[in-house]
């Protein structure tokens, strides 16, 4: 059963009608319960986006590569999750950067900070 939410142009008020369908909403002419005004305006609450998940494992290289060029750092970091997950193997300073991106930390301060902690450490005897 559609909802539709309204305010009244003429006294504020907010309101909701139901409609049994579709075609009685594109036929009803609304009119405010408080004064009868029909200056209404429609409002949105609230709308829900889905969150479009990748299963970045079954991506070719070319697909991978589109990712980074979106410079969408959230989604490089879900890539290098997805990817890498907890593998001690790609060494902390992977699952650091995963982490950065994660929280939308720009790609270009990232990987900054990865050539800061390489530099740091070649130069330590």
């Known amino acids: ?10 006294c504020g008020e907010r309101f909701s009608l139901f409609y049994k369908t579709y075609s009685a909403y594109d036929n ?11 200056a209404l305006s429609r409002v949105i ?4 986006v889905q969150n479009q998940t990748h299963d970045f494992g ?13 410079g969408d750092s959230r989604a490089v970091g879900e890539m290098f999750q997805q990817v890498g997950g907890s593998d001690p193997a790609l060494g902390k300073e992977y699952h650091d950067a995963t982490q950065k991106l994660l929280k939308g930390e720009s790609m270009d301060k ?4 990865l050539q800061a902690n390489d530099k740091a450490k070649k130069s330590k005897p």
């Open 1 to 10: 059963m559609p909802t539709y939410d309204y305010r009244c142009d003429n």
């Open 28 to 38: 009803a002419t609304p009119i405010c319960p408080t004064c009868e005004s029909e």
């Open 45 to 48: 609450k609230r709308i829900t």
């Open 58 to 70: 079954k991506m070719s290289s070319h697909e991978m590569l589109s990712v980074f060029e979106s």
């Open 110 to 113: 990232v990987e900054k900070d």
